[in-house]
């Protein structure tokens, strides 16, 4: 049998190539077997430069169907578009799978690898359904398009939730209105830990908008030592309240008002007064004077159930 040493010398009329086979005329049934196998091999072969055009499969991307089986060996389709090697890893857009699923884009820019997840209800395009992906900053990203939330569970409970309007529940998947993050435990012991390690402190601060750099924020620490701080950075009251009224002002300049926002001495009382106990005070006169001969009012302190009256005087 003449083998033709191009695909060039092959045609795609079946008795063109009767030339090819020994013997007499080309049976339709072989020269039919010929022409497929070589129309197979242009085909996967990328069907470029070789002058044949198979009358089989298309030119390009041709359409498989069956089992595709690695085993001990590789398989690759496209550049590594899709590749299996020979641990059983599947790599999309890397011949290197690092794991049992890797998906790799070298493209850079806004040609990041995503996982979408869509359904009857979502539509399919690309700003439907929802995506877990890295961006072209190397963000992790997790994306829902349609108007519901994102949840995390462990052992079949959802333990966090994110609403719709951005709302983070922790133990409850319908957080309280007006907050931005909800913790709810039903158990007894309800509490949220911040640590720090060795004699580092650890801190709670709160800021408002306007506050980029931390210097205007209000917060709770505790140092190494376990010296507890409650502090208000910004040149602005501390201000102390219960039941939605305001009664303690701690001032900026280390006055303290109760009863008053506007104390006028280091403690300013708007109110009676009573202390139970023993007192003790000093003070440095800043130079003889006389005293009016009424005082200007009264500070009653009880002292073990008994009442006393101390007179003071304007100033």
């Known amino acids: 049998m003449a083998v033709p040493s191009t695909f060039a010398d092959l045609s795609t009329t079946p008795a063109s190539n009767s030339g090819l086979i020994e013997g007499s005329d080309s049976p339709a049934v072989v020269d039919d077997h010929l022409r497929t196998l070589y129309a197979f091999v242009a085909s996967i072969s990328g069907n470029t430069g070789n002058g044949w055009t198979s009358p089989y499969l298309p030119a390009s991307n041709p359409s498989y169907t069956g089992t595709l089986t690695g085993g001990t060996g590789v398989a690759n389709l496209g550049s590594g578009q899709l590749y299996k090697d020979g641990s059983g890893n599947i790599g999309i857009g890397t011949t290197s799978p690092g794991s049992q699923l890797h998906i790799n884009s070298s493209a850079g820019g806004g040609d990041f690898p995503r996982i979408r997840l869509t359904n009857g209800g979502t539509g399919t395009t690309s700003t439907d359904g929802m995506f877990v992906g890295v961006s072209n900053t190397s963000d992790l990203d997790i994306w829902n ?143 003889a004077s006389a005293l009016p001969a009424a005082p200007s009012g009264y500070l009653q302190i009880d002292i073990g159930g008994t009442a006393f009256k101390v007179p003071y005087y304007a100033a």
């Open 145 to 287: 398009f349609e108007a519901g939330g994102v949840r995390i569970a462990t052992d079949n409970a959802i333990r966090v939730a994110v609403t719709q309007s951005g709302v983070v529940g922790i133990g409850t998947t319908s957080p309280v209105s007006g907050s931005r993050v909800d913790v709810l435990h039903t158990g007894a012991d309800n509490r949220m830990s911040i640590r720090a390690q060795s004699t580092y402190s650890a801190s709670i601060e709160i800021a408002g908008n306007s506050n980029t750099s931390g210097s205007t924020s209000f917060g709770l620490a505790q140092n190494g030592a376990g010296t507890a701080f409650v502090y208000q950075r910004a040149n602005a009251d501390l201000i102390f309240g219960a039941n939605g009224t305001s009664y303690v002002w701690l001032k900026p300049s280390g006055r303290v008002g109760i009863g008053t926002d506007a104390p006028t001495r280091v403690l300013h009382v708007v109110g009676d007064v009573r202390i139970d106990g023993t007192t003790s005070t000093s003070a440095t006169a800043g130079g």
